[in-house]
């Protein structure tokens, strides 16, 4: 038998207080150290959120940076017997283009602001553009397309108008030559992306752009993917919306819609030696009593009457 006296009532109590105690402080701890690894996890996932979100703003909001050359005008202008492109500098980051009131050498201008997703423009180009192309190639006009995106939000990538116009100033600053041809492409039936739809892929422009002949399709390639001309893009959009920079000058009293409502800007826009064109004339009748310069008949079809401007910003 041992002879070690048992523990009295009170040494009993002090110790399972001391075990309760130790158990609480063992809690503790365990609980401090729960608390800071899910203040360092949320840490970590704040962090990476605002990563993210950094990416995605430096990819959506590019500084501005310089447009492309060949378009110094705010568009492309082509000229002569093969549709040449007129060649520019490029122009630098922030340039606002200047009002003007003739073509090269006196020539008639005409001027047609436009955006790829509109069915409108299609509807003019296949109306009017062989006519406009005539008078071009006969050395009566030039033709300046500048290419708008007010359209984004009627497809649903939102962001179909200014990939294409992307497009088309990529096309005007590595192969200005092949313009004309992926102008037409762009504006045929089995092309144009249906309102409401996805618009076209990045990949489908490069093809367009190949298509047309275009040389420097490596570098095209990369401007189409990178939209390296979107600031530029948005830049334009805004000048044709609020009727400032290279239009600032022009009388748009009469655009009114069919009630004779003064209303915004819409595509196309067709200016011709800086008066405005209103649609409700033939246009090749338009270019002779403004300019001078007859114009061939044109085939009837539906009226390219502007597609308006959306009411909420469509560059974003």
């Known amino acids: 038998m041992s002879n070690a006296s048992r523990p009295s009532k009170n040494e009993r109590r002090d110790a399972a207080r001391e075990k309760a105690r130790q158990d609480r402080l063992r809690q503790q701890k365990r609980e401090k150290r729960g608390r800071l690894v899910l203040q360092l996890s949320i840490g970590l996932v704040v962090v990476a959120i605002v990563a993210v979100v950094s990416v ?31 060649r520019t500098q490029a122009p630098a980051a922030g340039a606002v283009p200047a009002p003007q009131a003739t073509g090269p050498g006196g020539k008639v201008l005409i001027q047609s602001y436009e955006d790829f997703g509109c069915p409108i423009c299609r509807q003019f180009e296949q109306q009017y553009g062989e006519q406009i192309r005539q008078l071009v190639t006969s050395g009566a006009a030039v033709i300046q397309y500048h290419p708008v995106a007010i359209l984004d939000r009627s497809f649903t990538d939102r962001t179909y108008s200014t990939r294409a116009a992307n497009a088309a100033a990529a096309v005007a600053n590595y192969s200005p030559d092949a313009f004309s041809k992926f102008h037409q492409l762009m504006y045929r039936s089995d092309v144009q992306p249906e309102e409401g739809g996805p618009g076209l892929t990045d990949d489908r422009l490069i093809a367009l752009v ?43 009293s009469k655009r009114l819609d069919q009630n004779g409502q003064p209303t915004g800007a819409g595509t196309p826009t067709l200016i011709v030696n800086g008066q405005y064109w209103d649609g409700k004339t033939d246009f090749g009748a338009f270019v002779t009593s403004v300019g001078g310069a007859s114009a061939p008949s044109s085939s009837p079809s539906a009226s390219a009457s502007p597609s308006a401007t959306p009411s909420a910003s469509a560059s974003d």
């Open 210 to 252: 190949k298509q047309a002949g275009a040389t420097n399709l490596s570098q095209i390639t990369e401007a189409i993917r990178d939209q390296e001309f979107k600031s530029w893009v948005g830049d334009r959009t805004d000048e044709f919306t609020e009727d400032t920079g290279p239009l600032k000058d022009v009388d748009f």
């Open 56 to 86: 995605i703003i430096v990819n959506s909001v590019r500084p501005a940076g310089p447009g492309p050359a060949n378009m110094a005008s705010g568009g492309i202008t082509l000229e002569g017997a093969d549709l040449t492109a007129v």
